[in-house]
């Protein structure tokens, strides 16, 4: 039986509640949204490995505080650990890993860049559903074709929040 892969984790209070990285010698492996709780961060970085020594990544807890402090980051400077991702899922989650802070792109420009193909867009959809490291792997940057937000695992609200804290106008509704 192969050894149960463990991530180490740091949790996070930020502005906007608390947040969390879990990370491996490869990199990083998971990251949660802002919670209420510190309980349920560590709960969401349980569901994607068993979690080991809770411990300190400077720089990392400085970016996510400057980021939910409204002041721009780039978070592409970390390695990721890809281990257990498919590699079309893969392909998907570094094209959206590229999206410069404060800007969008719709899920088809997403499917063409990541797999050549407009037509995958509800695939993609899907990938990012299931993306690991939201903030990190900034899937609340992709939304639909006509304008509108689409999806997010965070929901609608925290998705249109996080946009407009990186300057992002969104179309007002009337």
């Known amino acids: ?23 491996s010698e ?34 990392l807890r400085r970016d996510l505080e400057d980021y939910f402090a409204g002041r721009k980051v780039d978070f592409r400077r970390y390695a990721i650990d890809w281990e257990g991702c ?26 063409l860049e990541a797999a050549g193909r407009p037509g995958c867009s509800r695939a993609v959809g899907g990938a990012m559903a299931a993306n690991p490291l939201p903030l ?3 899937c609340h940057r992709v939304i639909r074709s006509d304008g509108e937000l689409g999806g997010f695992a965070g929901g609608l609200v925290l998705k ?15």
């Open 1 to 23: 039986m192969p050894p149960i892969k463990e991530q180490d984790f740091m949790v996070v209070e930020t502005r906007w509640g608390w947040v969390g990285v879990g990370f």
């Open 26 to 59: 490869a990199g990083l492996v998971s990251s949660s949204l802002p919670q209420e709780s510190r309980d349920q961060v560590v709960k969401r970085l349980q569901a994607y490995r068993q979690l080991g020594e809770e411990s300190d990544y400077p720089g």
């Open 136 to 138: 990190i792997i900034p």
């Open 86 to 111: 498919t590699p079309f899922r893969r392909q998907v989650l570094e094209k959206a890993a590229a999206i410069p802070y404060g800007e969008v792109r719709s899920y088809r420009w997403l499917a």
């Open 160 to 174: 249109a929040r996080l946009l407009e804290l990186e300057g992002v106008k969104l179309p007002r509704k009337s």
